[in-house]
Every structure is written in C-alpha cells, then in structure tokens.
C-alpha cells in the first residue's frame, strides 16, 4: 500500500550559501515546490497511478515512499537532465535535493524505483496534470490565454539510421539470441529443434560487406553487392523459418519459459517480415518502397519518418509534437501524435482545447505559412477567431501587421530551443509509444513549474 503524502514535516538542516548561482538554484526548486503544493490534484492525479506499483500485502505493510516522493523526484529528474542512476547519486548527496523530494528520514529511492513510477504514470495523466497546471496559471492570473501562437516540432526516437542492412542484423541478432536460448531449453526438456548451426559469423560478414560497399562507384563491386544481398536475405529467411518451427513446437511443450520465449518470438516475427519484405523488393526488384509500408527499427516499431524540409536534417525519425504557447511562453497545451497530422489541419483542434481549457477561444492565433489549410479553412477559423497570423503567399510578409504576428510566433522556436536542450527534448530514450507520450507530457509539465516558479 502506498501513502499518497506524509503529513510528518522534517526541518532542512543544510547550510545556505551566498553565491548567487547557488541562491537562484534554491529558488527555482522551492518556487517548483510552492507551486506543487497550491495544486493538490496534480498529486491526487498522479496518486492513482503510482498506488499500482504497491500492492497491499498480508502484512498490510506501508511502501517506504509517498507518491509525493516519488512525483518530485521525477521532476528533479527531468530538470537536472541526468539518467535515473545520476539523479539517485545526486539525491543521495543533496540535502536541499531531499528535502525537496520531502524524504526526510526514508532515504532515497532506488534508481529502478523512479523508473517504475515513470513507467506507471499514464500519459492521460500527464495531459490532466498539465491541464489542471493550466488553470491554475488562469485562475491566479499568471498567464493571459487572448494571445496565443503555435508550431509542431518533432522528438527524434532512440534508434540509429535504419538502413535496410542493419534493419536485416538487428532482425537476425534478435532471432538469433532467442532461439539459441530457446534451443537450450528444448534440449533440457528432451526435445530437439531444427538447427544445430546459424552461422551468426557469416551473417554478419555479409552484413559488413553490403555496408562497406553499397556505395561503391565500382561496377564489378556493385554486381558482388548483389549477390551479397540475396545470400543475406536467404539466410534471413532461414532464421525466420527457425522462428516459425520453434513457435510450432513449443505449442506441445508444458513449461511457462518456452511460452513466453515463442511468445515474443512470435511478435519479433511480425517485424522481421516486414524488413525482409522491404528489403527483397527494394534490393531485388528494384522498387521504391513507401515508408508507410516499412518499419524504421524491430525495438521501436512505432516510430515514423517524418520530413520537414530541413537542410541540415532531411529525415527525421520520431513522433511530431503540436506546441501551443501564450505571450507568457507557458505551453497550455501539447499533443504528441502516433502518426503525424498535416499542420494545415491542426488549427482547429488548438481552438477547441484552447475553449475547453479557458471556455472561449483565442482572440489571436499565430503559426507558420504551414498552418494555412485553404480559403475555406481559413474563413471558418476567422469566425472562431479574431485575429489568425498564418501567412499564405511571400507578399504577406510585407503586410506591417502580418510581420509582427510573425515576429511573436517566432517566440516559440526559443521554447521548443529550452525543451530539447535543457529538459531533453532532442531524443526520448525510452522504449514505446506510452513511454514516449508520457515523457513529452512530462518535460512540458517541468517546463511550466520552472517558468511560473521565475526559474531559468
């Protein structure tokens, strides 16, 4: 069971200091903690989530750490930019830091406990936390919603470049793994599988090879490439037929360990179809293959390609993120999307939350020359809204008005700056969809304490 607050306050002992960079550090932090208390459906919101990660025993014995503890070590988490196993070092060995997290004489919390706290906070609950932040700022006046401005920027995914090479060796190292365990345990229960050898070495000369040479201007190179390419896809193909007959047999198998290992072999092989089929139409006939119908990574399977026009960085591979943001640079609202929506459709869902969250719409709107969606669209968002910045044509940007409507959406480029640079934005390190949402939901809500507790 798991205490939702300890009403037990402990005194601060630690010693103060003078320095100005030390005295701004406090502030931010005690600001942070103000904030947290004057809002207790934040904890409440996020009480019901983490009550999952202590089941009451027969005992009936308490979790050591309150929800609160384990919420404001996952803010001090996000905000000090480290991994979980840093932020634990730093817990331990900051008194101020405990004192904020109000730990007082527990300790602190293993590094794979605020991991799991992270892991079971939904990301609805994120969206409710930051919602009810938002009112909040409304209701004591600390932000004006008439004026707002909006952008889409996107969070790249922990995963490197997917060719269709490394795609096939991420495909094989993956089976290979599996089954050469599954096949141990075959073995001990008396049963035998298909393959004694698979030739992991040879797979992966050939993977080195294609990697080395595919761009090669050689044309000699180029036509032992190809028969490079079809003996990697053969042996792919092989290991997926492995696959296959190892889920078959462990149907007649009655242990739990060789079910759940086909298990997630079963699930590996929905992937590994898909690079293998990519891979064959691409290399072997020639075809251009839509990226609606490849998969960019067997680990991150949810992940997208998303192209934005950047020079420095055609392709991106991640999830898009809408941003909607006051002349304050508070964010009231983000929308992480499992497939990316044109921005010329998205300016209607920013008015509707916008009137969900503060009742009326927005007396302004400002976004870039991509949020124009059309005469028609831009007629029905004039009725809804005052005043709406989104430039059409190059001769818009002469118009004086349009310029400064412009001048005050480019405010929000120096917010998405802060989120990937200071609160880690840039790539999401955690695996799946929910974990991804739940860390943009997250980052945003860190973004917000920090900006009304006047933190930098």
């Given at each position: 069971?798991?205490?939702?607050v300890?009403s037990?306050?402990?005194?601060?002992?630690?010693?103060s200091?003078?320095?100005?960079i030390?005295?701004?550090?406090?502030?931010k932090?005690?600001?942070?903690?103000?904030i947290?208390?004057e809002?207790?459906?934040?904890?409440?919101?996020v009480?019901?989530?983490l009550r999952?990660?202590?089941?009451?025993?027969?005992?009936g014995?308490?979790?050591?750490f309150t929800s609160?503890?384990l919420?404001?070590?996952?803010?001090?988490?996000?905000?000090e930019?480290a991994?979980?196993?840093?932020?634990?070092?730093?817990?331990?060995h900051?008194l101020?830091l405990?004192?904020?997290?109000?730990f007082?004489?527990?300790?602190v919390?293993?590094f794979?406990l605020?991991?799991?706290?992270?892991k079971?906070?939904r990301?609805?609950?994120?969206?409710m936390?930051?919602?009810?932040?938002?009112?909040?700022?409304?209701?004591?006046?600390?932000?004006d919603?008439?004026?707002?401005r909006?952008d889409t920027t996107?969070?790249d995914?922990n995963?490197?470049?997917?060719?269709?090479?490394?795609l096939?060796?991420?495909?094989?190292?993956?089976l290979?793994?599996?089954?050469?365990e599954?096949?141990d345990?075959?073995?001990?229960?008396?049963?035998?599988l298909?393959?004694?050898?698979?030739h992991d070495?040879k797979?992966k000369?050939?993977?080195l090879?294609i990697?080395r040479?595919?761009?090669?201007?050689?044309?000699?190179?180029?036509?032992?490439?190809?028969?490079?390419?079809?003996?990697?896809?053969?042996?792919?193909?092989?290991?997926?037929?492995?696959?296959?007959?190892?889920v078959?047999?462990?149907?007649?198998?009655a242990?739990?360990k060789?079910?759940a290992?086909?298990?997630?072999?079963?699930d590996?092989l929905?992937?590994?179809?898909?690079?293998v089929?990519?891979?064959?139409r691409?290399?072997l006939?020639?075809?251009?293959?839509?990226?609606?119908e490849r998969?960019?990574?067997i680990?991150?399977?949810h992940?997208?390609?998303?192209?934005?026009?950047?020079?420095?960085?055609?392709?991106?591979?991640?999830?898009?993120v809408?941003l909607?943001?006051t002349?304050?640079?508070?964010?009231?609202?983000?929308?992480?999307m499992e497939?990316?929506?044109?921005?010329?459709?998205?300016?209607d869902?920013?008015v509707?939350k916008h009137?969900?969250?503060?009742?009326a719409?927005p007396?302004?709107?400002?976004?870039?020359?991509g949020?124009w969606?059309?005469?028609?669209?831009?007629?029905r968002l004039?009725d809804?809204?005052k005043t709406?910045?989104?430039?059409h044509r190059?001769k818009?940007?002469a118009?004086e008005?349009?310029?400064?409507?412009q001048k005050f959406?480019?405010?929000?480029?120096?917010s998405?700056?802060?989120?990937?640079r200071?609160?880690?934005?840039?790539?999401?390190?955690?695996?799946g969809?929910k974990?991804?949402?739940s860390?943009?939901?997250?980052?945003v809500?860190?973004?917000?304490?920090?900006?009304l507790?006047?933190?930098?």
């Open positions: 069971m798991r205490v939702k300890d037990q306050r402990y005194f601060n002992w630690t010693p200091s003078n320095a100005k030390v005295l701004a550090y406090e502030e932090y005690n600001g942070v903690s103000r947290l208390d809002n207790p459906p934040i904890l409440d919101a009480d019901k989530d999952k990660l202590s089941r009451p025993g027969k005992s014995r308490r979790a050591t609160e503890n919420l404001r070590a996952l803010i001090v988490y996000q905000i930019g991994s979980y196993r840093e932020t634990a070092i730093r817990l331990t900051s101020f405990q004192d904020f997290c109000r007082g004489s527990r300790g919390p293993n794979t605020i991991e799991k706290a992270f079971s906070i990301p609805a609950t994120w969206t936390v930051n919602d009810t932040l938002t009112r909040h700022a409304f209701d004591t006046e600390k932000l919603p008439s004026k707002v909006t996107v969070v995914a995963i490197h470049y997917p060719t269709d090479s490394n096939l060796w991420d495909s094989w190292r993956v290979y793994r599996l089954l050469s599954g096949r345990l075959l073995a001990s229960r008396g049963a035998e298909f393959e004694n050898r698979f070495r797979v000369k050939l993977h090879f990697t040479y595919t761009s090669s201007p050689c044309a000699k190179r180029q036509k032992e490439v190809q028969r490079k390419r079809k003996k990697y896809l053969s042996q792919i193909e092989r290991i997926v037929r492995c696959g296959e007959d190892f078959a047999l462990s149907a007649d198998v242990d739990l060789i079910w290992l086909a298990a997630q072999i079963a590996d929905k992937k590994v179809r898909k690079v089929r990519a891979a064959t691409a290399w006939k020639g075809e251009v293959v839509p990226a609606s998969i960019f990574s680990f991150e399977d992940v997208e390609l998303i192209k934005r026009g950047r020079r420095h960085k055609p392709v991106e591979f991640g999830h898009a809408l909607t943001q002349k304050e640079k508070f964010i009231t609202q983000y929308d992480v497939q990316k929506i044109p921005d010329s459709k998205l300016s869902r920013v509707e009137k969900s969250l503060f009742g719409p007396e302004e709107l400002e976004g870039d020359k949020f969606g059309g005469k028609e669209a831009m007629d004039r809804k809204v709406v910045g989104i430039p190059l818009d940007f118009d008005v349009m310029v400064g409507l959406r480019a405010g929000i480029e120096g998405i700056s802060v989120l990937k200071a609160l880690g934005l840039s790539r999401c390190r955690f695996r969809f974990s991804f949402d860390f943009v939901g997250l980052g809500l860190c973004h917000n304490l920090v900006l507790a006047g933190g930098t």
